[in-house]
């Protein structure tokens, strides 16, 4: 598109220059004419003051200026004009037609540098009747053509007039070759103009074939790379045939031994849940247990405030309801307490050996495992206090308030993602466990226990919670429980009078190599 354009350029900018040149051919000639028409008028004006002076007091005015008119004016002839007088106040253009406002057109005149001016033939004869020379192109009415005037005073003993010369602006623009000049011009112009258009349109006819020529190839190239594509396909494909006929071969031999992996890995993951899922049971029973026996512990004051109201009722130190709360007393702290802790010892060891079982078991499951865990040391203070955040705007709105207990720097190796996630499903069991219409308080806390282990307290004490009975159906509370199974973690739920408490115990995991 770059050669249209210079083409095109070039061809305004060649009219431009021809135009300008054409007018400046004009305005020159018209300046070099008034110029020397002026001084042909200050000669004529010269030869006249002479002649007057010769013949003065020998000839009345009038003849005077007959004789002028006949013997200087009449001989000069110019280009379609001549001379002519004028005398001020004295214009007669029946006596002298050669007058040039004598039908001339009182349009506005080019002057001396060939602009136009807004001055007309008013200019000229105020200049002429003030007696001031000058010189200018006109339009005169006859014809609609233009004149080149100049005037000039003649100045003699009681005379006082103008003579002046005109000529044809056309003829002088036709004898001088200024007309031939622009004709050449404007025909040089105009055949270039042709020349340009010519290659304009060759050269967009150019670009619109390369333009189609360019389409059609990238139509082709479109097909091509489409046959290509398709042919690589179907070569892909046969390709893959032939790879999977190969590899189905070496496939069906591996695919008894797969079937024997599968099974051992499905028994020993159904074994690990089961197992795991009992083992969480008995250590919520043990946490009772161990509740339990605590607060039997602690009755040794009740026994002994009996015993004194009491004594304090009988007035003396010594009787059967004395000696009956002192027998059972003995009974109870004495006999009954100490044979529990020695029966929970025992079920601590079976418990033991169940997890060592369990232990065995899991090294044979996570051999079959395809990629090892994910653990990664877990804050469980800041775990905690994130899962306490989100779950604190849906406990508001039930009339539940949540606090936690700072515990950062309480660290374990596990999974944070499902640890987490645990947590707040642990939170959500414990806030849809609450009574409707009823306040209860939610407190959380973390601390590392005396066994290293991590122990997780979220305490639900209050109205909404008092005869509670938390639900644990939620499929991804029971996902993180089983979690909890597979790494020697604790779940456990313990109910009081005051509500019920959730406690989620956990181990580090060995750290990834």
Known sequence: M????????GIVLGWYLVLNYEAALRAGTSVAFCKTQLELARSLGRSAENFIRARHGELPP???ESEIRERILAPVSLLGGGAWMFSPGQADCGRDPGLPWCGAALDAPAGENGHDQPSGMERLVAEASSGREGAGRFVAKAGNRQEIIAWAPVRAPDMNFVVGVTSSFTDVLAVTGVVRQ???ALFMMGLMTLGGLGLVILSTGNIVRRRRAEIELEQANAELEARVASRTEELAAKTKALMESRLRERLSEKEAEIAFQAGLVESAGTYLHTTGNALTSLEGLFLKMRRTLEAAARTGEAFAAARQAAETALERTHGPVVEDIAA???ALLGRAVPRLLEILAEMGEVKARMIAELEGRRTLFDARKSRGRLTQAVDMGRALAEAVEQARPECAARGLSVSIRDASGVVAQADRRKVSHGL?????MVRDAAKEGRAGEIACQAERG???RVRVVMRARGAAFVGADPVRDDPELLAFINYLNENHGVFGIV????GFCTEVE???LPVPD
């Open 424 to 428: 707040l499903r642990c939170l959500a």
């Open 62 to 64: 009038p003849v005077i």
């Open 2 to 9: 770059t050669l249209p354009i210079v083409a095109t350029l």
């Open 182 to 184: 622009s004709r050449n």
């Open 506 to 508: 956990l181990g580090d």
């Open 328 to 330: 059972l007393e003995a």
């Open 450 to 452: 005396g066994d290293g």
């Open 495 to 498: 109910r009081d009078s005051e």
